[in-house]
């Protein structure tokens, strides 16, 4: 598998962009559970770990996930990531559940701006319905719609999404959808030299109860 992230990962941290984004999202993670203290949560798309690393200390357990290589060797090399509660993991969920990770094990899974980077959203989404406890969470923050020159010249499978049309993603899968909200909206300066602005969202879903 081409590591897409394998030019960027020694300069991801350094990226005031990327870190805004970081402090913004756990500022609504914050809001979504206020007490994290004894949860099993699992970052999906963690990258260099700049927000599930914040939950190291207060977790119960805290699963680390990505599929790039570099990323993870950047993540690796930070302090938090010796605690005993902390495990990365590199390769896919669906991979990982029944392996390194039981089924309905999990209390949180926090993922930000990673879907959009994912083929099969319907079997990533089985696959988080499979991951987390009766009542669990999923908070996902991602981009919204725009016109695909967030990431030109590369191309990613999806250029963002509608809350709506992520929201009935999840619903399909068997979650509740609790909210969704724009968090973010920023200029920025792309690769062609225009400046766009860019929104972020939301989503907060809970696997419910069996009926």
């Not at 939950?55 to 790039?68: F, G, K, M």
């Not at 099969?120 to 499979?130: F, N, Q």
């Not at 973010?184 to 400046?195: A, C, E, H, Q, S």
Request: charged share 25%; with cysteine; hydrophobic share 40%.
């Amino acid at each position: 598998m081409n590591d897409t992230f394998a030019d960027k990962a020694k300069q991801w941290d350094s990226n005031p962009q990327v870190r805004a984004l970081a402090d913004r999202f756990s500022a609504e993670l914050d809001n979504v559970i206020p007490d994290h203290r004894g949860l099993a949560i699992v970052e999906l798309g963690c990258g260099t770990g700049l927000v599930g690393l914040r939950y190291a200390a207060r977790a119960a357990s805290l699963d680390l996930i990505d599929t790039s290589t570099a990323m993870l060797d950047v993540l690796r090399s930070k302090e938090e990531v010796q605690s005993d509660n902390v495990t990365v993991h590199e390769g896919t969920l669906a991979t990982l559940i029944g392996q390194a990770l039981e089924p309905e094990s999990v209390d949180w899974v926090i993922s930000n701006m990673a879907l959009h980077h994912v083929e099969d959203l319907p079997a990533l989404i089985e696959a988080l319905y499979r991951l987390v406890k009766t009542g669990g969470r999923v908070t996902i923050g991602e981009l919204e719609t725009e016109p695909g020159t967030f990431h030109a010249p590369e191309t990613v499978p999806h250029n963002g999404f509608a809350p709506d049309e992520l929201s009935r993603l999840f619903e399909s899968g068997g979650f509740t959808v609790n909210e969704t909200h724009t968090f973010l909206t920023v200029p920025r300066k792309d690769n062609d030299g225009m400046t766009r602005t860019y929104s972020t969202f939301l989503l907060d879903a809970t696997r419910p109860s069996a009926e």
